[in-house]
C-alpha cells in the first residue's frame, strides 16, 4: 500500500474577506474578535464548536482564574476591561458565583455555569459588531513568506477560504504557526508538556454535609494509596462548588500514552486515547468521591466536558519570550498590555506543583508585554494571544488561564486595528497608542 494518495487539483472557493479574521473562540480569541470589531474593523471569528469559550466551555472547565491578583496580601480584580463586561454579562444571567480562595486561601477564582458563559459570549461578540463562523475546521492557510492572506476552512459546506489582512492565531494549540512556519516550540527541553485533563462534574451533592470538601479530598485519597489502594491518576485533585452547592466540578485526572508522556493535543490518535481514558479516569475518581467524602453518597455525575482539556502545546517564538521568572518576580515591561496574577500551575507526572511569586510580599502579578503576541519571524501581519502566544513552557503554565488569555486577545484585537491604521505590520504597530487605546478601553497595564 502506497504511504500517499495525490488528490486532483481543485479550485477553492473566496467565502469571504475581513479586514481581522480569529481563528479560535477561546477566552483570546472571543476578546480579540471583540476588540478589533469594536474598533470598526470589519472582523470574522472562526470556531470548529458551535460555541465559544474554548477549553472554558468545551473543556468543561467552570472556572475563571487568572482575573484577581494577590497583591501585596489583597486580592484584586487586575483583569479589566472587555473581560470584565463579558463577566458582568454571564452575571445577568445568573450564572455567576462570588470568587471564592484558592490553593490555600493565597488566590482568588470564580465559578461560572457553562450554559451562562456560551449564551453570554455569542451576545458579547455579536454586540461588538464581529462575525462568526461556527462549525468551521481551519485545516490550513493561503500564505507566502511574507504574509499570510487567508485561512483555509473545511465545514458540512465545504472546503474555502477566509480572506483576511491581518490574522490572529487563538486555536491554543498554535495552528496557524505550523501551516505558515512561523517559528514556535513544543514542549520543555526534556520534551515535557503540562499533561491534560478531562474536567467533570458532580450534582445532587449535600453542600451542608460536604463542606470545604476540597480541603480534605487529597489527603483522603493520600491515605487510601498509602494503606495500598491502587494510585490514582494524579495527587492533588481539586473539587469545588458551582453556583449552587448542589453541583461541584471536579479536576482529578491526567492524561498519558502508555509510556507515560502527556498525550499531544496535536496528534488526532493522541486525542482519541485521551477522551477515553479520561472518562474512565472520571468515573474512577467520582467512585472514591462518593463512596468516601461526606455529602457525596446520593450524587451523580452530570456532565464530563465534550473534549479533553489541552493545557500546553505549541507555544510562539516571539519578540519576548515570557519565563517563568519573569511571572515569579513580577516583571514590568514598557510594552505592557495586560496582567498575569495567576502562579505557575505545572500539571506535572502524578502531581500538581504550584510556584508562587518570590518574596513575602510580593506585586503578585507581571505584567504581559505587547512583544509576546509579535512573532520574532514568519509572517508580517500575523498576531498569536491565548496560550499559544510566547512563553516558556514554564512561563506559559501560569499565564494560559482565562484571565491573561482574555487580557492578551483584548490587546491583539486592538494592535490588529492599530497595524491596518499603517501597513498591517504587526511589528510596527505604535505600541504607546496601543496602551492608550487599552487603557481607554478599561484594561489594567499595571497596578
Ligand atoms: C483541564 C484544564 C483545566 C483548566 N482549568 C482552568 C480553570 O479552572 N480556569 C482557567 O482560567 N483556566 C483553566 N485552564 C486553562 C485554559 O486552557 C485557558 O484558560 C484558556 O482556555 C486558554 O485560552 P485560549 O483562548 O488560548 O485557547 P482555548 O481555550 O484552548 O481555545 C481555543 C479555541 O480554538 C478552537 N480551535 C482550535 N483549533 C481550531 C481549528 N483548527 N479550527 C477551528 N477552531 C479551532 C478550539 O475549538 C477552541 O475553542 C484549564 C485548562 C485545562 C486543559
Known amino acids: 500500500m502506497s504511504a500517499f494518495v495525490t488528490e486532483p487539483a481543485h479550485e477553492t472557493p473566496v467565502l469571504g474577506e475581513w479586514e481581522v479574521v480569529v481563528l479560535g473562540g477561546g477566552p483570546s480569541g472571543l476578546a480579540a474578535a471583540t476588540a478589533a470589531a469594536r474598533a470598526g474593523r470589519s472582523t470574522l471569528l472562526v470556531e470548529k464548536n458551535g460555541y465559544l469559550g474554548g477549553a472554558g466551555t468545551g473543556g468543561g472547565l467552570s472556572t475563571f482564574c487568572g482575573m484577581y491578583s494577590n497583591v501585596h496580601g489583597e486580592h484584586v480584580l487586575t483583569v479589566r ?97 505550523a501551516w505558515t512556519k512561523t517559528s514556535h516550540e513544543k514542549a520543555d527541553p526534556h520534551g515535557e508538556m503540562l499533561f491534560p485533563s478531562t474536567m467533570f462534574r458532580i450534582n445532587a451533592v449535600d453542600g451542608e454535609r460536604a463542606g470545604p470538601a476540597w480541603k480534605i479530598l487529597p489527603r483522603m485519597m493520600d491515605e487510601a494509596v498509602a494503606a495500598g489502594r491502587p494510585k490514582f491518576p494524579r495527587r492533588g485533585a481539586i473539587v469545588r462548588p458551582q453556583r449552587d452547592d448542589l453541583e461541584w466540578r471536579a479536576n482529578a485526572t491526567q492524561l498519558r500514552n502508555p509510556d507515560g508522556t502527556a498525550i499531544d493535543g496535536t496528534d488526532v490518535w493522541q486525542l482519541t486515547r485521551g477522551e477515553v481514558q479520561g472518562r474512565e479516569q472520571a468515573q474512577e475518581v467520582f467512585e472514591f468521591i462518593r463512596g468516601n467524602v461526606p455529602g457525596f453518597e446520593r450524587a451523580y455525575i452530570v456532565d464530563i466536558g465534550p ?13 519576548y519570550v515570557l519565563t517563568e521568572d519573569d511571572v515569579r518576580s513580577c516583571a514590568t515591561f514598557d510594552d505592557s498590555i495586560g496582567l498575569n496574577g495567576w502562579p505557575v500551575e505545572a500539571h506535572v507526572d502524578g502531581d500538581l506543583d504550584i510556584r508562587w511569586p518570590y518574596g513575602d ?25 491565548g496560550r499559544c502566544a510566547s512563553m516558556t513552557h514554564g512561563g506559559q503554565s501560569a499565564a494560559r488561564v482565562a484571565g491573561p488569555c482574555f487580557a492578551m486577545g483584548q ?16 511589528a510596527n504597530v505604535d505600541v504607546p497608542r496601543l496602551r492608550t487605546e487599552l487603557e481607554s478601553e478599561g484594561a489594567w497595564l499595571s497596578v
Open 81 to 177: 476591561g472587555h473581560a470584565t463586561e463579558l463577566l458582568e454579562r454571564i452575571d445577568r444571567l445568573g450564572g455567576l458565583r462570588a470568587p471564592h480562595r484558592s490553593f490555600a486561601d493565597r488566590i482568588q477564582a470564580q465559578a461560572y455555569d457553562i450554559p451562562a458563559y456560551r449564551r453570554a459570549a455569542d451576545e458579547h461578540v455579536l454586540a461588538a459588531g464581529a462575525q462568526l463562523l461556527y462549525h468551521a475546521f481551519a485545516v490550513g492557510a493561503s500564505s507566502d513568506e511574507s504574509t499570510v492572506d487567508g485561512i483555509v476552512v473545511e465545514s458540512k459546506s465545504g472546503r474555502g477560504i477566509l480572506r483576511a489582512k491581518v490574522v490572529i492565531d487563538c486555536s491554543g494549540d498554535g495552528d496557524l504557526l
Open 307 to 319: 473534549e479533553i482539556g489541552i493545557r500546553e502545546t505549541r507555544r510562539l517564538l516571539g519578540k
Open 361 to 385: 510580599d510580593p506585586v503578585g502579578c507581571n505584567q504581559l508585554p505587547y512583544r509576546m503576541l509579535v512573532p520574532a519571524d514568519g509572517p508580517s501581519n500575523l498576531l498569536v494571544a
Open 411 to 426: 490587546a491583539a484585537g486592538t494592535a490588529a486595528h492599530l497595524a491596518l491604521k499603517g501597513d498591517a505590520v504587526v
